[in-house]
């Protein structure tokens, strides 16, 4: 089994996420990145759009509108620090 990223979404209210996922993408101010379990570290800033979380490699992704913040990668995992963070439902 491959590994697992440690994923945090924090809004300025809560915590809205935790937990390990496979990927995350997520939309940096320099274009989108995806971060996976084992990523270099590294800030970026965050512009507003959506963030696509993937539980397993092969799945679905859970979307999350976000308005914009920070990412961090360090060896712990990933943590984003959204201004606003809203799930994205399916029409």
Do not use: W
């Not at 915590?15 to 993408?25: F, Q």
């Not at 800030?43 to 914009?68: C, D, F, H, K, Q």
């Amino acid at each position: 089994m491959a590994a697992k990223l440690n994923f945090d979404l924090v809004s300025p209210e809560r915590l809205i996420r935790s937990g390990a996922v496979h990927m995350v993408v997520v939309p940096g101010t320099e274009g989108d990145f995806g971060v996976l379990a084992g990523h270099a570290p590294f800030m970026s800033t965050i512009r507003p759009g959506e963030l696509a979380v993937y539980a397993e490699a092969n799945g679905p992704a859970e979307r999350i509108a976000i308005s914009g913040g920070f990412a961090e990668v360090n060896e712990k995992g990933l943590t984003i620090l959204a201004e606003s963070a809203t799930p994205v439902t399916a029409h």
